[in-house]
């Protein structure tokens, strides 16, 4: 049974309207799926300060399962502006039933300080602002916009502790009434997120829509009692998987299988070759080889292998927690990949509960001892790190038989650990204990969360065409 999931529930739809400079009364939307269930509610409020003026977004959500009580989670970003309207000060406080985290954002003219506050401490990121970075994800430029052309432009990411690259175009499908655009979102060249915008004849939005793996959330102007209206929980987890073209079978699985993928409305991406996924892609799609020796593996010179080991704001392997779980393997000195399934063991004693609630970072998943398969791939490739091992984190989708949550026969969003093991990138699955042909990866990252978000949107683009077991023919 699927131990784990994935889904990054305080990440699903901009706010339209958010962070608009224009002084305004509390304004009020729904969050909703595509079949119209309710997710929760968000607001946006404005007022003016001695100094400037400062806006105030706050998003409610209550989430359930089939087995464990209703959560409530909420995160509200402050944005303080000077008197020229340039953003100075950006702040999200991020809570659940357990934890509060806290992420500042302090601007300058040149350079951008993101300091991070969890459970297992403080994590300062300090980054650079190209000239002409923008902070409002392109809003402002969508006033004076007529849509015949392609908005490219950088904006800050203070989550992400970046600088992306982000366009605006005009949508293939056009809504009645409103011009549809898609904002996408990159880093360097590869996609990392895309969403679905609604503007009004002001180049205002009105509407946004989440694509996700199995459904789209839309957030749409709602008024004040109706955005507070009563709603039952929304049951995440049955919602975001999608049925499987074929059954596929343990033999199958443990074999190599041959993926074929079109991309709907053309927004074509390249997923990444791993040790274990080869990529052929042509004109009108994508072919995805995948066993234990089809790839080529992520690139393993010095200076990527030096870069994955090397300690981040998720893969904290120098915190005291992380190094005091895997100093016992260490000290054994096994063989790099024994390394990993040791430490994977080791892990599994402190990440016993299942917790699908937001994305917590490799120290503070082991402080809150609990996790779905996102944490669990953090923690892993953190003490993979801790014990010199270069590691990175793999999102995508993976096949589940058996019955989970009334569904059986189904894709879901997956994360797992790639780890660089006797000359070799190797995949470690520690909520699945172990990889197979299924694990189809759409983004290698650090174990941040938008590396990992991302890979849910892009799942969203495939257009599913052909799934079979590739076998080789016996010699004569």
Known sequence: MLRRLLFLTLAVAALPGARQADPAPQNWYVIADDAGAVLGHASTASRTLPDGHETIERRELRLADDERPAATLTDT????????????????????????????????????????????????????????????????????????????????????????????????????????????????????????????????????????????????????????????????????????PVRIGPAAAQGRIRYRFGFIDGIAFAPPATGEQRVSADATGITLDICATCGLGLPSDPASLADARRATAWLQHDHPRVMALARPVIRRQLSPARTMEELAIRARTVMQRIDFTGHRSAADALAHGAGDCTEDAVVLAALGRAAGIPTRVASGLVYSRERYHGVSNVFMPHSWTLAYVDGAWRSFDMSLDGFDATHIALTIGDGDARSITAAGQLASLLDWQSLAEVRTRASP
């Open 77 to 244: 970003t402050t944005t303080r502006f000077d008197a020229l309207g340039r953003p100075r000060l950006i702040v999200t406080e991020s809570r659940d039933s357990r934890t509060i985290r806290r992420l500042e954002t302090r601007i300058a003219a040149t350079s951008a300080t993101v300091t991070r506050q969890s459970e297992s401490g403080r994590h300062v990121t300090r980054i650079a602002l190209p000239p002409g970075t923008r902070f409002d994800n392109g809003e402002g430029l969508m006033r004076s916009w007529n849509g015949d052309s392609t908005l490219s432009f950088l904006n800050l990411n203070p989550a992400a502790g970046l600088v992306e690259r982000m366009t605006i175009e005009r949508a293939p499908s056009q809504r009645p009434g409103t011009l549809t655009v898609l904002r996408k979102r990159y880093e360097g060249t590869e996609l990392r997120g895309i969403m679905r915008l609604d503007l009004d004849a002001s180049g205002r939005i009105v509407g946004a829509i989440q694509p996700m793996f199995g459904v789209a959330v839309t957030t749409r102007p709602a008024d004040r009692d109706t955005a507070l209206r009563s709603h039952p929980p929304y049951r995440l987890l049955r919602n975001v998987m999608a049925k499987s």
